[in-house]
């Protein structure tokens, strides 16, 4: 799986957006990108993933640039409940042949401040 | 609501004892994990199992053990052979290997 580098920790006031920037450059073409977030003290919850295109759901929007070298995760009103390490995961998303298993780096630490 | 169960959320171990950690899903998902995490660090997976009854070994199965008898259920036992059990525990299931995976809130052991 390719390696990620994200920025240690950021700030957002709260009711902003927070774009939270990933870079993957090694990735290949078959490795999709993937989005957690651990509060402190709890289990890891699942945000977003995508392939190329972009995404959206209720939590997040997920923006891939067109070389798929980088992307950014966008929470478009944070709140002080988004407070949490967010982690950016590339892996190949096959059912037979892989563990699964996920590989968190050390993510970035969001602070969203009243 | 559909969700993963951990329990207990907290848990001593005396040495030389061997303790279990429970994890229910009622998700119906096939694949399930046992992840360990240490301060500041990531996850290390332990034991995946794709499939009810099938199970494999992780990264750091060394001094763990689990059992796949029922699709809701996937208990890991951490062993007397585990020599630095005192982690963060964390169980997650998917519908299938290689699909998002989701978490439970996880079992703090700690040694006396």
């Known amino acids: 799986d390719a390696k990620t580098t994200q920025p240690p920790s950021m700030d957002c006031a709260e009711g902003r957006a927070a774009n939270l920037p990933c870079n993957h450059s090694?990735?290949?073409?078959?490795?999709?990108v993937y989005w957690y977030r651990q509060i402190h003290s709890q289990g890891p919850q699942y945000i977003i993933h995508g392939l190329k295109n972009n995404e959206t759901n209720e939590m997040a929007s997920l923006i891939i640039t067109e070389d798929r070298k980088s992307s950014t995760l966008i929470l478009p009103h944070a709140t002080l409940r988004d407070t949490a390490v967010y982690y950016c995961i590339v892996r190949v998303d096959l059912t037979s042949g892989n563990t699964g298993k996920l590989i968190f780096g050390q993510g970035t630490t969001l602070q969203v401040k009243p | 609501d559909g969700g993963i169960t951990q329990s207990p959320k907290y848990l001593f171990r005396k040495e030389g004892q061997n303790v279990t950690l429970s994890c229910e899903q009622n998700?119906?998902?096939?694949?399930m994990y046992w992840y360990r995490q240490d301060p500041g660090q990531g996850l290390r997976l332990i034991y995946y199992?794709?499939?009810?009854?099938?199970?494999q070994k992780g990264d750091i199965a060394e001094g763990y053990s689990v059992s796949r008898e029922k699709k809701e259920s996937f208990p890991l036992t951490v062993t007397s052979a585990q020599k630095n059990p005192t982690a963060f525990y964390l169980c997650?299931?998917?519908?299938?290997?290689?699909?998002?995976?989701?978490f439970g809130d996880g079992t703090r052991l700690s040694i006396l």
């Open positions: 997650a299931s998917s519908i299938t290997a290689g699909k998002p995976q989701h």
């Open positions: 199992s794709q499939i009810v009854n099938d199970f």
């Open positions: 998700l119906n998902h096939d694949a």
């Open positions: 090694t990735i290949s073409g078959n490795e999709y």
